[in-house]
């Protein structure tokens, strides 16, 4: 099965924007251990920056950005199995090793 990954970007006037991307999962990595990766990287097991993900960003373009009141990051929502087809051309694992990057970098 692959792999959805849901997210949001929320901005100061709790607006939020939603996504999901499906990977992979050739190798067949277990769910919860996928999930426990994922969390253990999150800043406060909640967010994250997309660009650090090579996710795409969803931050608003109707309107102008406003850094008192609006934030950077993304946040986390879920993780799970689905017989979807995949969206992104890398597999899970991919994701994990970026993110497993990115983290030691930050």
């Known amino acids: 099965m692959n792999i959805k990954l849901s997210y949001l970007y929320r901005d100061g006037s709790n607006y939020k924007n939603y ?8 190798k067949g990595l277990d ?5 426990g990766i994922i969390v253990s990287k999150l800043i406060d097991e909640t967010w ?3 660009n650090q ?3 795409p960003d969803l931050h608003f373009t109707e309107y102008k950005y406003d850094p008192s009141i609006d934030v950077d990051w993304h ?3 879920n993780i799970e199995l ?11 694992e991919e994701l994990i090793d970026l993110i497993s990057r990115a983290w030691e970098v930050s």
């Open 19 to 26: 996504n999901e991307i499906i990977f992979t999962n050739k």
């Open 48 to 50: 994250f920056y997309a």
């Open 31 to 35: 769910i919860n251990e996928i999930r």
């Open 82 to 92: 689905t017989e979807d087809p995949a969206t992104d051309k890398r597999g899970i």
């Open 75 to 77: 946040e986390f929502e």
């Open 53 to 55: 993900w090579d996710l």
